[in-house]
């Protein structure tokens, strides 16, 4: 049986201890004197060797017995006088061959240099004793200049019993794991979840990069390390402004943080990639929960990276930490309910309410693995805000048991669930996804819901259990309806489908068909093909002409939404039936895939390259044209009760304001409000309070996105195992 220290975890291989042999292992021999225990505490070092150009380095410590490697310290970033404290044990067979210490300053992207190094002679430690050494560091081909020392405590322990074996299976595992040390963390410790939590770094663009190409382009792309874990960005050609909208994730293997480091190349093909500049994140700087817009100027050149990071404390959760929240305390609570009250819709406009969702477990997802299992994670996202669980490995019913809360900006976002497998060689798989908008949410209810795909349209294997509750202040949520929606950084590129082509396509044909059909209704009163029709709007026509004022106009509007609400409140729901719509996207879908392999194998999109931002543009037109004139819709037929109310409250105080206010004054205040608001604010965003509310009214295909799927009635699988014990 094989122990491994927690405290040499990710220090050491050799670190290993015979606990008792298993009654397959061979006899034991007789003691071998030749054994010893060797116990290192490496403190600190001393007045180091300048390497950086900044007058500093990074040191990291390597120690060598008879030419093999066996510990490698953590890098202290920025310090000539670095303060490891870090213990290991080793297992020598031998006190002839001395301990080679060496320092190097670590430099991602190119070679480390070389620091100092220092012999350790083990026959000269006495036995049973921990002795304090000072090692002086030195150059072999500069033995004059003086780099600096390194604080040891040493401790030589003679062992009995057979170590020999101990030492046969050290070296086994040692050929076995030499990439175990380029990663500093294996999968046993991977799998058995020793990081203390997350780094999501999204990568979204640069600006102003360095020309390095003949043509005053570059080929840029990112290098991001994070002490051995290490990513690459895609390559975006001819470009100094590139914009990659790319996604990476680290372990956070120390609990106060590290540094990641990240460097810009430009691709040149057939030679050796141009080095474009470099800088570092301190991650100690940033505080947790909490996403971190960077823009980094690049050291050593020009441009700067434009950077999302989030860290995300992510260590194994207890059932007992779902008790440990802000909401399920009455105290707080009623202190949160303070702060979102109608008596403070004036304070601190920006702070619209909170959420916090409760990932409680998922049962019956889809099996990513080979082994029929998966390794599930969690990631919730609201706006540009992302947060993430840690991994239940080997489990198609993972239990998380994680709170999340996030700060409402806009009451109209969508919080979107993504559940995701973790594969350590590529990039995580998709098991399935739910959106849910927060003005949808029932406060304090624990739902299950039905998990979609990719594309929000249909479903995918599984459930997921939420419990979400949302407090905000309805008055700073509809003052920032009238503003610009929040850019999102992170999405996928937009690309040319002819099936989508056609969705869009027609969605605008049922918008105009609608508007022809109420003009034919229109024009048939005039050709009085119903006599009572014809006499009704004549009679309206005259008197309405007859005694038009401008604040009939919002009148008239308010209409048809009081007239829908008062039949949905008795029960005849007039919103559009979204299940022909969902019927038809879930045939589009599954005609999507067929149509890109097609349109891989024959090489289509090649031959249209040339016009694909086109056919992009106007697909994205189509798209737009016909989600206002859904949105429109949806805002009379109540499809959101919260914008209907609203809609509501702004037509009231305008038909008030029409009606006893003469339209000059009103006219002349907008014009004057028009004209001087530049001069008001240099920076303000020019905007179109009407577009920003219909924005944020979901259309017909987001409707049905945001549409909860009809569980399946029948058992779970945990349920069904109990109830068939054969």
């Known amino acids: 049986m094989i122990a491994l220290p927690l405290s040499a975890v990710g220090r050491s291989l ?18 071998s004197p030749a054994m010893y225990q060797l116990d290192i505490v490496l403190k600190k070092g001393n007045n180091l060797a300048i390497r950086d150009r900044t007058g500093t380095s990074d040191p990291y410590v390597k120690f060598k017995i008879a030419g093999k490697e066996v510990f490698r310290s953590k890098t202290i970033h920025k310090n000539l006088n670095p303060v490891w404290d870090e213990r290991v044990t080793l297992h020598v067979e031998t006190l002839k061959d001395p301990l080679y210490v060496k320092v190097f300053d670590y430099d991602f992207g190119l070679q480390d240099d070389f620091m100092g190094s220092a012999y350790l002679y083990l026959e000269s430690l006495e ?14 081909q500069y033995p004059e200049h003086n780099l600096g020392t390194l604080d040891l405590g040493v401790t030589l322990s003679p062992k009995e ?19 175990y040390q380029s990663m500093r963390l294996s999968d046993v410790h991977r799998k058995a979840q020793l990081w203390r939590g997350i780094v999501s770094i999204s990568l979204i663009e640069g600006r102003g990069l360095q020309p390095m190409d003949a043509n005053g382009l570059s080929d840029p792309y990112v290098k991001f390390r994070m002490g051995h874990q290490k990513y690459k960005s895609k390559t975006m050609p001819k470009t100094l402004n590139p914009q990659w909208r790319e996604q990476f994730d680290f372990h956070l293997y120390e609990e106060q943080g590290g540094f990641v480091d990240i460097t810009v190349w430009d691709k040149d093909a057939g030679k050796k990639d141009d080095f474009m500049g470099r800088c570092t994140i301190d991650l100690s700087l940033l505080s947790k929960e909490h996403t971190h817009k960077l823009d980094m100027p690049l050291e050593e050149s020009e441009g700067v990276l434009v950077l999302l990071v989030t860290l995300t404390a992510s260590a194994a959760v207890s059932i007992s930490d779902l008790s440990i929240n802000i909401l399920d305390d009455p ?43 998966s390794d599930p994670f969690c990631v919730v996202e609201l706006s540009n805000d992302r947060l993430q669980t840690h991994t239940v490995y080997k489990n198609l019913n993972p239990e998380w048991n994680k709170v999340f809360t996030f700060n409402v900006k806009d009451i109209h976002s969508v919080l979107e669930v993504t559940v995701y497998d973790e594969d350590r060689d590529r990039s995580a798989d998709f098991l399935g996804k739910v959106a849910i908008p927060l003005l949808n949410i029932q406060n304090g209810e624990r739902k299950a819901y039905a998990l979609k795909s990719k594309e929000l349209t249909g479903p995918t294997k599984g459930v997921i259990f939420l419990e979400i509750d949302v407090i905000f202040n309805a008055v700073k949520a509809g003052l920032r309806t009238l503003n610009p929606v929040e850019q999102k950084y992170i999405e996928e590129e937009p690309k040319v489908s002819k099936q989508l082509l056609l969705r869009n396509f027609n969605r605008v044909r049922r918008c105009i ?4 059909n109420t003009g034919c209704y229109i024009n048939s009163c005039f050709e009085w093909d119903s006599p009572q029709r014809s006499i009704c709007a004549f009679v309206l026509f005259v008197i309405f002409v007859w005694n038009f004022e401008l604040y009939m106009i919002p009148l008239a509007l308010l209409l048809p939404l009081v007239w829908n609400y008062i039949l949905i409140a008795s029960g005849k729901d007039t919103r559009q039936d979204v299940q022909a719509v969902e019927d038809l996207l879930e045939d589009e879908d599954e005609d999507f895939d067929k149509d890109d392999k097609d349109s891989e194998r024959k090489g289509f999109m090649n031959k249209l390259y040339a016009i694909q931002d086109v056919c992009i543009s106007v697909q994205n037109a189509l798209d737009e044209v016909a989600s206002y ?10 499809t959101v009760p919260f914008l209907s109310w609203l809609a509501i409250v702004a037509l009231g105080v305008a038909t008030i304001a029409i009606y006893f206010i003469p339209l000059r004054y009103i006219v002349l205040a907008w014009g004057v409000n028009k004209f001087t608001k530049k001069l008001r604010d240099p920076y303000t965003i020019d905007n179109n309070e009407l577009l920003d509310f219909l924005s944020r009214v979901p259309s017909d295909v987001q409707v049905v996105q945001y549409q909860e799927l009809k569980l399946d009635p029948s058992p779970s699988p945990n349920k069904r195992k109990k109830n068939n014990p054969g």
């Open 14 to 31: 050799t670190g290993i201890s015979i606990v008792g042999p298993s009654n397959a292992d061979p006899p034991p021999r007789p003691p």
């Open 127 to 140: 036995h049973h004793r921990t002795l304090d050494v000072t090692l002086d560091l030195k150059d072999p």
């Open 161 to 179: 019993g057979d170590f020999r074996d101990a030492t046969m299976l050290l070296r086994r595992n040692w050929k076995r794991s030499s990439k």
């Open 331 to 373: 105290h707080e609570r009623h202190q949160i309910m303070q702060r979102y009250s109608l008596w403070r819709s004036f304070h601190n406009l920006k702070d619209v309410g909170v959420v916090q969702v409760k990932v409680i477990k998922a049962e019956g997802l889809m099996a990513a693995d080979v082994t029929g299992k």
């Open 513 to 516: 068909m609608f508007l022809i």
């Open 629 to 638: 004139g859904e949105r429109i819709k949806n805002t009379f037929n109540w």
